[in-house]
T-cell receptor, first 112, second 118 residues
């Protein structure tokens, strides 16, 4: 079993839809949970992060972490064509300079 | 915010030649640099971790003699792909982390380098 599992999609939704993206993980030591957005041939850009369990909201984006289920989610409300990208979940433990462990990424297309 | 400048953004080279990719932290000191490669429609795969002034630590299966990493200063790290072959064609991305206190958001990514070996 991979440390982080993420459905690669592709996921296609109409403009204005609510998008739900999620990842599961197996390492209980993970404490920091991030969502990155990556456009084609570009580096990832940080969208949201959460420390430990809980919810976090930023504009149209909401990140949720359920450590008991080892399950994290990203919700996008009122999706826009400009949201079309690959969304990567990433996580790490709390110790030192450990690298981020990424999911495979989900390709999202928002159709106008 | 923290910015990492990565160059070149794309490069085409002949098989057997070497290619150097640079990552510079513009407004912070990058004590740790992570180098990733990404194949089409795949996630980022960690290649190596380097701390300033130390030898890089390579992930299993990554040839250290082929992928030379230098992190001689707190603002510059380089990845040199030596004797490149077509199978080395990929998207290479660096990620820099600053000195303590940055927490999670110290992982600033470069914009990536698309390498094509012909």
């Amino acid at each position: 079993q991979k440390e982080v599992e993420q459905d690669p999609g592709p996921l296609s939704v109409p403009e204005g839809a609510i998008v739900s993206l999620n990842c599961t993980y197996s390492n209980s030591a993970f404490q920091y949970f991030m969502w990155y957005r990556q456009y084609s041939r570009k580096g990832p850009e940080l969208l949201m992060y959460t420390y430990s369990s809980g919810n976090k909201e930023d504009g149209r984006f909401t990140a949720q972490v359920d450590k008991s289920s080892k399950y994290i989610s990203l919700f996008i409300r009122d999706s826009q064509p400009s949201d079309s990208a690959t969304y990567l979940c990433a996580m790490r433990s709390n110790s030192g300079n450990t690298p981020l462990v990424f999911g495979k990424g989900t390709r999202l297309s928002v159709i106008a | 915010g923290a910015v990492v400048s990565q160059h070149p953004s794309w490069v085409i080279c002949k098989s057997g030649t070497s290619v150097k990719i640079e990552c510079r932290s513009l407004d912070f000191q990058a004590t740790t640099m992570f180098w990733y490669r990404q194949f089409p429609k795949q996630s980022l795969m960690l290649m190596a971790t380097s701390n300033e002034g130390s030898k890089a630590t390579y992930e299993q299966g990554v040839e250290k003699d082929k992928f030379l990493i230098n992190h001689a200063s707190l603002t510059l790290s380089t990845l040199t792909v030596t004797s490149a072959h077509p199978e080395d064609s990929s998207f290479y991305i660096c990620s820099a982390r600053g000195a303590g206190g940055n927490g999670y958001h110290g992982y600033t990514f470069g914009s990536g380098t698309r390498l094509t070996v012909v």
